[in-house]
């Protein structure tokens, strides 16, 4: 092509392409539109369905302009009015994501300037933020100052990180995978098991440590389980305590845990993806010996009422993390000389990623930390009322849990599993609170997990009356 050709089809295509670079009065227009649909989203909260099912449609990708009423309309009825309404403080089914506003303010900040937040070089300021609640979790938890870390999507990858720095740091490989030995509780999150397979250990042993009654690890049964695999000449390599346990709310015994796995030279990390944040709450004392722990993972996206999106990992051992993630690249070299745990990236499978930092960074500099310590605080009551009111209506229930995880079933005198299934369906069907269901002890249950930040009293009268009302139901056709 001619010079003059080339000039002529740069300003064709940039007629066209300048649309994706908006006036200022073009984005005023769309962040009105968005403004009013989120005040409005938020505003009807409380009298919008926990949960409702019905099929997807109308969101095909297409090359047609449509204009972002409709695309916000299509957006409620097909995303934020369908399934579990996760932002709802009558979301009591699953460990909730929250969805603080001024998270939500922070991620739209992150996604106007878009901060290259993995590499120091690239952006000094987004890294600092990133290390910084880094560094605030280190001291919440009592780790050690030369801990290292970073963010996460969530515990999933959180725990794939640690694991990765714990393989690496005992070398467990090869022929040593085969004889090398993990000790979990059966009520260990399934991403445990998932991390092992993915980091190649599926080959590793694993051992279930025996529970007590209240669903926490025996450390008897963990040092019997150990002494037994060393006589036969295998190798004990970590040990996972859980500080809050999804099913049922329960914190192992983390300081005789971490004792024994000291005294045997083991790696101990503790899944508090759940549980973590109520260390700032009356149940301080359940975690002590979480800070003896090798490595540790929470999320924020939990116990910070955070959205969905980021979890936290924090490992005592920076050369294991370093080892197990750090590469680089002739195109990264300008930025090969900074200090290496400055950079997210060196302790992460990550590279690029979202600005995670900024949206826990924001609300705990907005709010301080008395709003999220109180709602946790609340939380634990919400479930001790909760608990009292379906004892009174005859319910059976779980044993104490320590945190805001619990549950029950009604003793019908025959079939009991298949109507407290029944129960579960007509509580779905309702929809207006959303709990959910697991097996314990062989056992069909029902599960409540109270964590939302919007949950209040009136939220768990709500529940318990629509679970009076589905149970006459269930009875009614007996």
């Given at each position: ?19 994706l670079?908006?006036s ?8 009105e ?19 409702s ?25 097909q ?16 460990i909730?994501g ?15 300037t878009?901060?290259f ?14 290390n910084?609640?880094?560094?605030w ?51 260990v ?15 590793i ?10 669903h ?17 000449g ?19 015994p983390l ?16 899944d508090?993806a ?16 979480i ?10 996206h ?14 005592k ?72 009111k ?6 059976c ?15 019908f005198?025959s079939?009991?599993d ?12 309702d ?14 249950v ?15 009268d709500?529940?318990?009356?629509m679970?009076?009302k ?5 009875r009614?056709?007996?």
């Amino acid at each position: 092509m001619k010079t003059e050709e080339i000039i002529s089809r740069l300003e064709e295509l940039n007629r066209t392409s300048q649309e994706l670079d908006m006036s200022e009065k073009d984005r005023l227009t769309l962040l009105e539109s968005v403004s009013n649909y989120s005040n409005d989203f938020i505003n009807n909260l409380s009298r919008s369905p926990a949960f409702s099912s019905k099929p997807v449609t109308g969101l095909e990708i297409t090359t047609q302009k449509k204009p972002i009423e409709d695309l916000l309309d299509l957006y409620r009825k097909q995303v934020a009015e369908n399934g579990i309404n996760a932002a709802s403080g009558k979301h009591l089914g699953y460990i909730p994501g929250g969805g603080v506003f001024s998270a939500a303010l922070a991620d739209f900040i992150a996604a106007v300037t878009n901060p290259f937040a993995s590499v120091y070089y690239a952006s000094p300021g987004a890294a600092t933020i990133e290390n910084e609640v880094v560094n605030w979790l280190r001291k919440l938890f009592s780790f050690p100052e030369n801990s290292t870390g970073c963010l996460s999507s969530g515990g999933s990858i959180s725990t794939l990180i640690a694991f990765t720095a714990a393989r690496d740091r005992h070398k467990i490989k090869n022929e040593l995978i085969r004889k090398s030995v993990i000790y979990l509780s059966e009520q260990v999150h399934h991403s445990t098991q998932k991390a092992l397979r993915i980091i190649g250990l599926e080959d590793i042993i694993i051992r279930y440590v025996d529970l007590d009654a209240n669903h926490r690890m025996l450390p008897q049964s963990l040092q019997k389980l150990i002494s037994a695999d060393l006589a036969a000449g295998l190798n004990p390599f970590m040990v996972v305590a859980t500080a809050g346990t999804t099913d049922t709310g329960a914190i192992d015994p983390l300081d005789e845990i971490a004792e024994t796995a000291e005294n045997h030279k083991m790696w101990f990390h503790v899944d508090a993806a759940y549980g973590g944040f109520f260390i700032m709450t009356s149940k301080k004392e359940k975690f002590r010996g979480i800070e003896r722990a090798d490595s540790m993972i929470t999320d924020p996206h939990k116990g910070l009422f955070i959205p969905y999106g980021v979890g936290a990992v924090v490992i005592k051992d920076g050369a294991a993390a370093l080892h197990s993630h750090y590469y680089t690249a002739n195109y990264m070299q300008d930025g090969a000389n900074e200090e290496m745990l400055k950079s997210p990236a060196n302790v992460s499978p990550e590279l690029t990623k979202h600005f995670r930092g900024l949206r826990v960074w924001l609300p705990l500099q907005l709010h301080g930390t008395a709003p999220f310590a109180a709602c946790l605080e609340e939380k634990l009551l919400l479930l001790a009322y909760f608990r009292k009111k379906l004892s009174a209506l005859g319910f059976c229930l779980g044993p104490e849990p320590d945190l805001s995880v619990s549950y029950f079933w009604y003793p019908f005198e025959s079939h009991s599993d298949a109507k407290n299934r029944r129960l579960m369906e007509e509580i779905h069907a309702d929809g207006s609170v959303f709990l959910s269901s697991s097996i314990i002890n062989d056992r069909f249950v029902i599960r409540i997990a109270i964590l939302a930040f919007r949950t209040k009293k009136e939220t768990i009268d709500e529940a318990v009356e629509m679970i009076i009302k589905c149970l006459a139901k269930v009875r009614a056709t007996n």
